[in-house]
């Protein structure tokens, strides 16, 4: 049970913020929410996590809001390689770093 | 550098045959993991290992075995391969078993039972 809602799929057009919304209205206070894509016929790469406070890394920014019922990933300026799908999932401190992964969002970046 | 290496990279064999998939991290981490993606794409956890002890094992069959040698590896030995065992199967490592910890994940092994 991912125990969490993702869009199935969504477009966005080359250039411009990709913003993709996660429900994870059940989270519990020391689980993290972590950021996944994978991009067709690889490995899943991390893109970012945050427990509480809004982060930023180079890849992304997440938002978190205020009672860590849902979480927004941005992707400030998609290009045709941020094609991929994209997973929001939560971890516990103490479940051994065990992921449980969803159906994701399929994202499909347009010229 | 490969951070996570997986070899062979592609495995096609037949029923009842015995097959083992090998995993190499290099980041220096202690815990690794064995994912599994069916051909509906979902990604589900099979066995964790931290610092060579097993610490998650996802009621797989006995028919799948890890052995983790060192820190550095993790491989997948499965015995009387069935056709429901065709996935792509992925490693990945962790600095720790904690939940704030990142996953890298390996490029995958795609398995083939014929």
């Known amino acids: 049970d991912a125990k969490t809602t993702q869009p199935p799929s969504m477009d966005c057009a080359e250039g411009r913020a990709a913003n993709l919304p996660c429900n994870h209205s059940?989270?519990?206070?020391?689980?993290?929410v972590y950021w996944y894509r994978q991009i067709h016929s690889q490995g899943p790469q991390y893109i970012i996590h945050?427990?509480?406070n809004n982060e930023t890394n180079e890849m992304a920014s997440l938002i978190i809001t205020e009672d860590r019922k849902s979480s927004t990933l941005i992707l400030p300026h998609a290009t045709l390689r941020d094609t991929a799908v994209y997973y929001c999932?939560?971890?516990?401190?103490?479940?051994?770093?065990?992921?449980?992964f969803g159906q994701g969002t399929e994202l499909s970046v347009k010229p | 550098d490969t951070a996570v290496s997986q070899t062979p990279k592609y495995l096609v064999t037949q029923m009842g045959n015995d097959k083992s998939i090998k995993c190499e991290q290099n980041l220096g981490h202690d815990t690794m993991y064995w994912y599994k993606q069916d051909s509906k794409k979902f990604l589900k956890i099979m066995f964790s290992y931290n610092n060579k002890e097993l610490i998650i094992n996802e009621t797989v069959p006995n028919r799948f075995s890890p052995k983790s040698p060192d820190k550095a590896h993790l491989n997948l030995h499965i015995n009387s391969l069935e056709l429901g065992d065709s996935a792509v199967y992925f490693c990945?490592?962790?600095?720790?078993?904690?939940?704030?910890?990142?996953?890298?994940f390996g490029p995958g092994t795609r398995l083939t039972v014929t």
């Open positions: 999932i939560r971890c516990r401190r103490n479940q051994g770093g065990k992921l449980i």
């Open positions: 945050g427990l509480k």
């Open positions: 990945a490592s962790s600095q720790d078993v904690a939940g704030s910890y990142e996953q890298y």
């Open positions: 059940t989270i519990s206070g020391n689980e993290y």
